[in-house]
């Protein structure tokens, strides 16, 4: 992982697509904190595109999607985007899996979360559980004391057993039925809404975040970006970011942002 600061101007100059992981990538110990969001809104502003990649549910997704300065949202770990289209004053949705499959799944991943529950003492149903739409969240550091790795690698257990993808962000772990992550829903929207191929995308996007469920997004696109506190689950990655910032988390993003928008103004 290279310093950020050593991104080459040209490098930098090519970038007109932000995407972002959120927690602890933009947030900083679980805020959203002025500088960080004002990052977000300079680089709007500017004309980049700017879209978080994250795990947080449909209902925080509707919410970042109408009122935050982005122009789309990928959640749920790819389970769906969401874009707020501000002059038609309407919400578009794209679901990876048809209501049938999202009812069917969630019947899977509600044994799975008492299985999980019952085997894994400390762990808890995320807080944000119920405004969740195709995936099932355990928490193992948010709002409960964190958990040491090895049982964090038996919830994982738990749902890769049951033939669930499972997913470790820096607070919860993720499951879920169905061949998508952060990458394939994140491809889904830049061609579907923005008209942008893969080659197009690979060249003009940066991606920013903090932890393995980044992974996917740290392999496709060359130009990456892990904030400083990715250092603490680096021996978990085989896919590292291409560069690294000197901040933590919200620090880190918006040392992201003024490398991009210094770089514009030239
Ligand atoms: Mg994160």
């Not at 994250?54 to 389970?79: L, S, Y």
């Not at 080659?199 to 740290?218: C, I, L, Q, R, T």
């Amino acid at each position: 992982m290279t310093p950020l600061s050593q991104m080459p101007l040209e490098t930098a100059r090519s970038i007109r697509v932000v995407l972002t992981d959120i927690d602890d990538t933009v947030t900083s110990e679980g805020m959203l904190t002025a500088s960080a969001y004002g990052a977000l809104e300079e680089l709007h502003r500017a004309g980049f595109l700017v879209i978080p990649v994250t795990g947080r549910p449909a209902g925080w997704c509707d919410h970042i999607a109408r009122m935050w300065p982005v122009d789309a949202v990928v959640g749920e770990n790819g389970a769906f985007y969401f874009r707020y289209d501000r002059e038609r004053k309407t919400m578009q949705q794209r679901f990876w899996a048809s209501p049938e499959e999202l009812k069917r799944n969630r019947a899977k991943l509600d044994a799975i979360e008492a299985e999980v529950l019952a085997s894994v003492p400390g762990s808890a149903l995320a807080s944000d559980q119920a405004y969740r739409m195709a995936d099932l969240a355990i928490d193992f550091c948010e709002d409960v004391p964190a958990l040491p790795e090895s049982e964090v690698d038996r919830i994982v257990s738990i749902f890769e057993r049951a033939g669930a993808q499972a997913k470790v962000s820096s607070i919860h772990v993720n499951g879920w039925f169905g061949d998508y992550n952060k990458l394939s829903m994140a491809r889904t929207l830049l061609s579907d809404v923005f008209g942008m191929d893969w080659d197009e995308a690979k060249n003009a996007v940066v991606y920013a975040g903090d932890s393995p469920n980044d992974e996917p997004m740290f392999a496709a696109f060359p130009l990456s970006v892990g904030v400083a506190n990715i250092e603490a689950f680096a021996h978990r990655l085989t896919s590292k970011p291409a560069y690294i910032t000197k901040g933590h988390s919200g620090d880190g993003f918006a040392e992201l942002a003024r490398l991009l928008l210094d770089a514009r103004r030239g």
